[in-house]
């Protein structure tokens, strides 16, 4: 339904006698997908400076910027539950792929965050090429929102990030002494407007922190209403095993938990998908608060380390290439990389027929390699796919980035349907031009929440485009505690998308990944138009986005 409001009226009678616009902005004749999941209705959107200020009939006001909408849909700005685009905003603020698909607001925090580091964490391999200037995850937020960016920003403090502080990368729980700073740090952050506590319990070191230890961390956070954010511990043969540890830890924590990009990798855990749904469910049925976010793509993206087993990785990077490269070490690793095992996540086992494919890689001189498979490199090269992974890890000194096939198209759309799944790109938000042109990132990049949109809502009908852009903004804003965001709704912060629902399109594939999204017309963020037409405007007016904003 329109809705029309007597301030309208009011203000009407009060500026007809006056030249100047009565909006900063005006969007008319659109369809208006407010974000609460209810029937979309035809309308109008005022906004003045960073907020929307009217929502009804706007025939009678003028706009210093006036917008025609007709045909298209206007909906609150898109949540990215977890983008990896901390380094890719440090370079370039626009968050081009991102924001031609309409996403406003970036949250980090997979168990690794940008604070708090120690001197020697800003040295290291942590800090990449970067030697970071700031200390704490919100001195780096205010970093971002003071260089320019065009979305805004929020993150969760990693679980991993704080065990690196105080006990580094070693295997062994936490003196009661680090665990008491650990909790500090947590409080910290928490104080400082993080969105809760995120683990990335696949991989070393997260892997060798224990439950108890994430509970203790989890109810620090749970003081102050944060979230518990977890990519599990297995997401194949421990699946239904792992889902239960996030479970104890949501319910001995007092924390509300949500499930990173929750996915059944590898055919033969196909099935377990629905017992994982049964589970959850049961679990809110109880009173506990367990959501999920997913991207849209059969296919994830990480490194070799996950085809690896963790006690190699033991002590960070370093550690781990110079024990590969004893054969000793070696062999029993390529023994380990081939057995089936429940004591760690391989992934490497649970890839489907086309295997894993490598995308990125340090040394120019492998770079010709991306785009082939394990499988393909090895037959080139006469030996086997798991040596192929130790050698290139050596040889380029990172973990080598890849793209792992292991989801299913069904247990997809059984996804995307359930009322409690968010969405997220699990990728980095990079312009399709320079330096980034030297590797492959996942396609989910560039066309993660486009590919929604287009193949799962227009084309397939899987949900409808209410229920789509609610999971994309009201419901993740509500999940990470945002009072303003999320809604078009008078008084709340204007960030907004204009796209056609006919032809919103993604592009991006696995072989060639570097194609921006299309279809998406118009985009605020904070007031500020930085799509126009469906080009960046270069405007920067991002913020850092704190809990209870």
């Not at 997401?235 to 540890?245: D, K, S, T, V």
């Not at 367990?290 to 991207?295: G, K, R």
């Amino acid at each position: 339904m329109r809705t029309y409001s007597p301030y309208l009226l009011l203000l009407a009678l009060l500026t007809s006698a006056c030249s100047s616009p009565d909006f900063d902005v005006v969007i008319s004749n659109g369809l208006i997908v407010d974000g609460s999941g209810s029937e979309p209705y035809s309308g109008d959107i005022g906004i003045n400076a960073d907020t929307i200020a009217a929502i009804g009939d706007l025939t009678a006001f003028s706009g210093s910027i006036e917008l025609d909408a007709e045909g298209k849909a206007i909906t609150p700005g898109f949540i990215n539950m977890l983008s990896w685009a901390p380094g890719d905003l440090m370079k370039d603020g626009r968050s081009m792929g991102d924001i031609v698909q309409g996403v406003t607001l970036e949250v980090f925090g997979e168990g690794w965050s940008e604070g708090p580091l120690t001197e020697e964490m800003k040295s290291s391999e942590y800090a990449a090429n970067n030697r970071p200037e700031w200390t704490t995850l919100r001195e780096f937020l205010d970093v971002l929102e003071t260089q320019g960016i065009s979305t805004n920003v929020a993150s969760f403090i990693g679980a991993t990030t704080v065990r690196v502080h105080e006990v580094g990368y070693e295997d062994r729980a936490p003196t009661n002494d680090e665990l008491q700073r650990m909790k500090a740090l947590v409080r910290q952050a928490m104080e400082e407007g993080a969105m809760g506590i995120g683990t990335s319990l696949i991989y070393a070191p997260a892997f060798y922190a224990s439950t108890q230890e994430l509970i203790e961390l989890s109810r620090v956070a749970a003081e102050y209403d944060g979230m518990y954010i977890s990519h599990m511990r297995s997401e194949g043969n421990q699946l239904l095993e792992a889902l239960e540890e996030l479970i104890t830890i949501s319910r001995e924590a007092g924390i509300r938990a949500e499930v990173y990009h929750l996915k059944a990798g590898g055919e033969s855990n196909w099935h377990k998908m629905d017992l994982a749904i049964a589970r959850i469910e049961k679990a809110r049925a109880s009173g506990l608060h367990i959501t999920a976010d997913m991207y849209t793509y059969v296919a994830g993206a990480t490194g070799l380390d996950a085809h690896m087993p963790p006690w190699v990785q033991e002590g960070g990077f370093g550690a781990w290439r110079e024990r590969l490269m004893d054969p000793d070490i070696r062999a029993n690793v390529l023994q380990e990389m081939r057995t089936p095992t429940n004591e760690w996540e391989n992934l490497g086992l649970g890839a489907g027929p086309e295997g894993i494919m490598v995308v990125s890689f340090k040394q120019d001189s492998l770079r010709y390699l991306i785009g082939k498979t394990l499988a393909e490199i090895a037959a080139e090269r006469d030996t086997t796919p798991e040596d192929v992974a130790i050698d290139l890890v050596i040889s380029d000194s990172t973990r080598v980035g890849t793209v792992y096939f292991l989801m299913s198209e069904e247990n997809l759309r059984k996804q995307i349907a359930l009322p409690w799944m968010a969405f997220d790109s699990d990728a980095g938000s990079m312009a399709p031009e320079g330096e980034n042109l030297n590797n492959n990132p996942h396609p989910r990049a560039y066309g993660n929440f486009a590919r929604l949109l287009a193949k799962y809502v227009r084309d397939e009908g899987v949900i409808s485009l209410q229920e789509a852009v609610r999971k994309l903004t009201s419901f993740p804003a509500e999940n990470l505690r945002l009072s303003k965001r999320g809604r078009l709704k008078v008084g709340h912060f204007a960030d907004i998308t204009v796209f056609d629902p006919a032809q919103i399109q993604d592009h991006a594939t696995f072989q060639e990944p570097h194609q921006l999204s299309t279809g998406m017309s118009h985009v605020f963020v904070n007031g500020v138009q930085v799509l126009n037409d469906g080009q960046h405007t270069g405007a920067l007016p991002g913020r850092a986005v704190l809990r209870g904003e």
